[in-house]
């Protein structure tokens, strides 16, 4: 049925349910897995006065980034599902994700809800949301 999944992470509790269905998905349709975060790049966030001095910043972005997408491969190793995992920098998580998706020829995403309702989902909307409004490739939304 599936052969390559994509399973993005951020590091949450609920992202680490989806990469366990994810995982199980793959287990038995004998399919591997890809498993991706998107930091935000850091002139995102250098308008801010508060932000930490570049160097830090990259720094805490790509270690948060190695230890969830180091979780995620154990989680898949221990199932016996073949892993690859991925850490990008991006601007639009969303653009990213649907971007690896297609260069790596996953035919399913495995992702979070985001958890949001009513008004604030509809404004500040979320990148599951935004993967699903524009990903050719269908995406399973674990809540």
Same mark, same amino acid.
Do not use: W
């Given at each position: 049925?599936y &052969? !390559?999944?994509?399973?993005?992470?951020?590091? $949450?509790e609920?992202?680490?349910?989806? @990469?366990?269905h994810?995982i199980?998905i /793959?287990?038995e #349709?004998?399919?591997?897995v890809?498993?991706i975060?998107? $930091?935000m790049?850091?002139?995102v966030? /250098?308008?801010?006065?508060?932000v930490?001095? &570049?160097?830090?910043?990259?720094e *805490?972005? #790509? #270690?948060f980034?190695? +230890?969830c997408?180091?979780e995620l +491969?154990?989680?898949?190793?221990? /199932? *016996?599902?073949p892993?690859?995992?991925? !850490? @990008?920098e991006h601007? &639009?998580?969303?653009?990213? @994700?649907i971007?690896a998706a297609?260069r790596?020829?996953?035919?399913?995403?495995?992702? /979070? $809800? !985001?958890?949001?309702r009513?008004?604030?989902?509809?404004?500040?909307? $979320?990148e599951?949301? +935004?993967?699903? #409004?524009h *990903?050719?490739i269908p995406?399973?939304?674990?809540?």
């Open positions: 049925m &052969q !390559h999944i994509l399973i993005p992470t951020d590091g $949450s609920l992202s680490k349910r989806a @990469i366990e994810g199980t /793959a287990k #349709t004998n399919a591997k890809t498993g975060m998107v $930091s790049p850091f002139y966030f /250098a308008s801010d006065p508060d930490l001095p &570049q160097e830090l910043y990259e *805490s972005t #790509t #270690t980034a190695n +230890k997408l180091n +491969k154990s989680t898949a190793v221990a /199932a *016996s599902v892993c690859n995992i991925i !850490h @990008i601007s &639009q998580p969303y653009q990213a @994700i971007d297609k790596e020829g996953c035919d399913l995403i495995v992702m /979070a $809800s !985001h958890g949001r009513g008004v604030s989902a509809i404004i500040l909307g $979320s599951t949301v +935004k993967v699903l #409004t *990903s050719t995406v399973l939304v674990y809540r």
